[in-house]
C-alpha cells in the first residue's frame, strides 16, 4: 500500500480519536451522545491499528 495512503489513514485516525476522547469529557454520560462518542473512540482505535498492522506487514 502507498505510504500517503496510510499516512492519510493514520491523520484521520488521530483526528477521529482525538476529537472523540476530547468530547469524552464534554458530553453527559447519559446521552446518546455519550453512546456515539465512545464508538468514534473505537472506530478512530481501530483504524490506528489497523494502520499500523499493514504497516508492519508491508515493511517486514
Given at each position: 500500500?502507498a505510504p500517503?495512503?496510510?499516512?492519510?489513514?493514520?491523520?484521520?485516525?488521530?483526528?477521529?480519536?482525538?476529537t472523540?476522547?476530547?468530547?469524552?469529557?464534554?458530553?453527559?454520560?447519559d446521552?446518546a451522545?455519550?453512546?456515539?462518542?465512545v464508538l468514534s473512540?473505537?472506530?478512530?482505535?481501530?483504524l490506528?491499528?489497523l494502520v499500523a498492522l499493514?504497516?508492519?506487514y508491508?515493511?517486514?
Amino acid at each position: 500500500m502507498a505510504p500517503e495512503l496510510l499516512k492519510a489513514f493514520f491523520r484521520a485516525g488521530v483526528f477521529v480519536t482525538g476529537t472523540s476522547v476530547f468530547l469524552l469529557f464534554i458530553v453527559t454520560p447519559d446521552s446518546a451522545e455519550f453512546v456515539v462518542t465512545v464508538l468514534s473512540v473505537c472506530v478512530g482505535v481501530t483504524l490506528l491499528t489497523l494502520v499500523a498492522l499493514v504497516s508492519w506487514y508491508a515493511n517486514r
